[in-house]
C-alpha cells in the first residue's frame, strides 16, 4: 500500500494519536483495514474506521 496512513490526520497531544491497527480477517477478499485513532477534530473523541484497499492505495473511510 503506498500511502497506507496518510488518509488519516491524527492529534498527537498527550496520549492521543493512532492507537491500533488492524488488518481484517477476510482482507484478501474485502482489503479492509481498521484503525483506531483520535483525529484533529474538536472535542477530541477516538475514532474506529474502516479504510478499503483500492489498487495500492487506503479510501473510502467508514466512521463506526
Same mark, same amino acid.
Given at each position: /500500500? @503506498? =500511502?497506507?496512513?496518510?488518509? *488519516? ?18 482482507? /484478501? @477478499? =474485502?482489503?479492509?483495514?481498521? *484503525? ?29
Amino acid at each position: /500500500l @503506498t =500511502n497506507a496512513l496518510e488518509l *488519516v490526520t491524527d492529534d498527537l497531544n498527550g496520549e492521543r494519536g493512532i492507537t491500533n491497527i488492524a488488518v481484517d480477517p477476510d482482507y /484478501l @477478499t =474485502n482489503g479492509h483495514v481498521w *484503525v483506531f485513532y483520535t483525529p484533529l477534530l474538536a472535542p477530541a473523541r477516538n475514532r474506529l474506521s474502516r479504510f478499503t484497499r483500492v489498487g495500492s492505495a487506503l479510501q473510502n473511510e467508514q466512521v463506526e
